[in-house]
Nanobody
């Protein structure tokens, strides 16, 4: 069992930056692929980024490639999402998720555990 708690969301102007954090409970954190997803009002939850066990493998959605960076600290059981050059289209509720997979995956159906989400609002 893994419990996930996101933090770091807020209101930011377009072009600004935010760093989201996701703290995990459980001693097996380092054996999970970790992902970030987001859901805007009226839209489906979509993949943002994912990172492998050791942090050497990452995947990104095309819409955030070059602007967002996912990283993890297994000693702190925390995964991060650094978001730069934010746009109004990035406004959404951001979720952290854990996947018992060998490599990072983009499909939300494969993730086993989810946090409650943290709101990111980008004003134009």
């Amino acid at each position: 069992q893994v419990q996930l708690v996101e933090s770091g969301g807020g209101l930011v102007q377009a072009g600004g930056s935010l760093r989201l954090s996701c703290a995990a409970s459980g001693r097996t954190f380092s054996s999970y692929v970790m992902g970030w997803f987001r859901q805007a009002p009226g839209k489906e939850r979509e993949f943002v980024a994912a990172i492998g066990w050791s942090g050497d493998k990452t995947e990104y959605a095309d819409s955030v490639l070059g602007r967002f960076t996912i990283s993890r600290d297994n000693d702190k059981r925390t995964v991060y999402l650094q978001m730069n050059s934010l746009k109004s289209d990035d406004t959404a509720l951001y979720y952290c998720a854990a996947d018992r997979a060998l490599v990072p995956r983009k499909s939300r159906g494969t993730y086993d555990y989810w946090g409650q989400g943290t709101q990111v609002t980008v004003s134009s």
